[in-house]
């Protein structure tokens, strides 16, 4: 009877680890997904991944460093860089999004 007591303990303790770990991929996945939405969001006029259509004045974003990017991002919220809508839209992320943006589109080294 203890024996099987004591599988039965491990038993469950292992399944707690084993769900634990997907628990935790899942969360995981679930921060990339937001990330990667947060940054696709500037698509409409950056193009995919940061990389804008030839030819055309929106600047092709994928070419900044992150620490670049965050920079610029932070600039255009606190209004000291000018802009015809980004001053605007940077305002309506935290700071924490902002770093994610830059993060995922920021050039890497």
């Known amino acids: 009877m203890r024996k099987k007591l004591s599988q039965s303990i491990l038993l469950s303790g292992l399944m707690g680890l084993a769900l634990s770990g997907v628990a935790q991929a899942q969360?995981?996945?679930?921060?990339?997904?937001?990330?990667?939405?947060?940054?696709?969001t500037c698509a409409n006029c950056h193009g995919t991944n940061g990389v804008s259509v030839p030819g055309v004045t929106v600047p092709m974003i994928n070419q900044l460093p992150e620490s670049v990017m965050y920079e610029r991002l932070m600039e255009y919220k606190a209004g000291t860089r000018t802009g015809t809508i980004?001053?605007?839209?940077?305002?309506?992320?935290?700071?924490?999004?902002?770093?994610?943006?830059?993060?995922v589109l920021g050039k890497k080294n």
């Open 86 to 103: 980004m001053p605007q839209l940077a305002k309506g992320y935290t700071d924490e999004q902002l770093k994610t943006i830059a993060s």
């Open 27 to 40: 969360d995981i996945q679930a921060q990339r997904l937001y990330n990667q939405s947060l940054a696709a």
